[in-house]
Antibody
């Protein structure tokens, strides 16, 4: 079964750091672009970052640039999001998604992991 | 304020047809593909349409996508109560080098 499972979400203080993980199974992870998307409570979806299949190309939303780092380990079929200098506005449910089609056509999504930034 | 503009809400009766618009610019919709997602309450988004007008396997042909210039449209025919959800358009922005989501549209089936 094709599956993505996020983990690592937690309650963290403003200015703190957190590392999210996304474990992929059921498909050849190393062949796909992968994306992180987040959704603040009661709000819409927000694109966060993506990474090419071999890690050689990365893009970030302006709102997280310089604070978040996306990475992957194809040997472990895993995608990561290192989040530093966290702010209250980073509070959200974070999804990872597989990109199968041009221009962010994301056909497989995880259930998400919750990040809460609060003192 | 999203770069991609969607109506906050639309509504229609069961069995009717509804369209949801997504307006952008030449740096995004005008020169890149659009995809559409359905998000039922409490669940992850689901891909409905990719590359402007293609349906993934398993998506009923009641859902359709189109694009003209810098605007895209999702159409849903034969509305069902189970279609009540939030719908989002997504594309790439070549100037920002970033993905973009529309603000989302809440569909109510009256």
């Amino acid at each position: 079964e094709v599956q993505l499972v996020e983990s690592g979400g937690d309650l963290v203080q403003p200015g703190g750091s957190l590392r999210l993980s996304c474990a992929a199974s059921g498909f050849t992870f190393s062949r796909y672009w992968m994306t992180w998307v987040r959704q603040a409570p009661g709000k819409g979806l927000e694109w966060v970052a993506n990474m090419i299949h071999d890690g050689s190309l990365i893009n970030y939303a302006e709102s997280v640039k310089g604070r978040f780092t996306i990475s992957r380990d194809n040997a472990k079929n895993s995608l990561y999001l290192q989040m530093n200098s966290l702010r209250a506005e980073d509070t959200a449910l974070y999804y990872c998604a597989r990109v199968s089609f041009e221009d962010e056509g994301m056909d497989v999504w995880g259930k998400g992991t919750t990040v809460t930034v609060s003192s | 304020q999203s770069v991609l503009t969607q109506p906050p809400s639309v509504s229609a009766a069961p069995g009717q047809r509804v369209t949801i618009s997504c307006s952008g610019s030449t740096s995004n919709i005008g020169n890149n593909y659009v995809s559409w997602y359905q998000q039922l309450p409490g669940t992850a988004p689901r891909l409905l349409i990719h590359e402007d007008n293609k349906r993934p396997s398993g998506i009923p042909d009641r859902f359709s996508g189109s694009k003209s210039g810098t605007s895209a449209t999702l159409g849903i025919t034969g509305l069902q109560t189970g279609d009540e959800a939030d719908y989002y358009c997504v594309t790439w922005d070549s100037s920002l080098s970033a993905g973009l989501f529309g603000g989302g549209t809440k569909l109510t089936v009256l």
